[in-house]
């Protein structure tokens, strides 16, 4: 044997050998995977949607109904925040008598409701339920008489009365009452508009600025917790 015919042997030898420990197909093996599987990525759980709805009670129930009854008062928003800590403690206002209209009803500021806050579920953040009850017990006295021009163009008159409220203010959560008072009607002039004016009777009702005035210290203040 030459010895070329030994080289050429020999290198087929050593390239048999090398086929023997990894595949000869030209390319590296591929990685093999792992014997302990990886951790799969956990899934976050969706949140319900729509939110499910907090307990929010009726006017009736947080004021004790249309006519006061103390016994019958339920906490408005029983799942809600303490009335505590900083303000604004946001209020709801429930009038729960029939004189007021559209025009003069009273408002509180837009910073102080509840409607105003974000959320399916705005009320959940009430932390005060303000109630105004016309007050019967006042000597009411006619004020002024409205004239208004029917459809057919004849003329009906009706009163506009004097009148007091009163107003109870109750924590939304726990239903307990934290301040009482008392306002005038001061809105002198007659309604623009005569809804159902058969009957012929209106009631002076009470002024923004001062029912605003009377519920500041309770909104306003810094309470403990």
């Not at 949607?49 to 109904?65: D, K, L, M, N, V």
Request: aromatic share 8%.
């Amino acid at each position: 044997m030459t010895g070329s015919q030994r080289l050429t042997r020999l290198l087929a030898v050593i390239a048999g050998a090398l086929c023997g420990l990894t595949a000869c197909t030209g390319e590296p093996d591929p990685p093999r995977a792992p014997t302990t599987p990886a951790p799969s990525a956990s899934t976050a759980a969706s949140p319900t949607w729509p939110p499910p709805r907090p307990t929010i009670r009726t006017s009736e129930e947080a004021c004790g109904g249309s006519t006061f009854n103390p016994r019958a008062v339920r906490p408005y928003n029983p799942d809600g925040p303490a009335y505590a800590g900083a303000p604004i403690h946001l209020t709801a206002l429930f009038v729960m008598h029939p004189y007021a209209s559209r025009e003069l009803e009273s408002e509180l500021p837009g910073e102080w409701q509840p409607q105003w806050q974000p959320g399916m579920y705005p009320e959940q953040h009430t932390q005060l339920v303000a109630c105004e009850y016309f007050d019967d017990e006042y000597p009411s006295k006619k004020v002024e008489t409205c004239t208004y021009t029917t459809s057919t163009g004849g003329k009906k008159t009706a009163e506009l009365r004097s009148a007091r409220f009163i107003y109870r203010i109750f924590e939304a959560r726990t239903g307990k009452q934290v301040g009482r008072f008392t306002l005038l009607g001061r809105v002198n002039s007659c309604p623009a508009i005569a809804y159902g004016a058969a009957g012929g009777v209106y009631y002076q009702l009470v002024l923004t600025e001062e029912l605003t005035a009377k519920l500041r210290p309770l909104v306003m203040a810094r309470r403990p917790g």
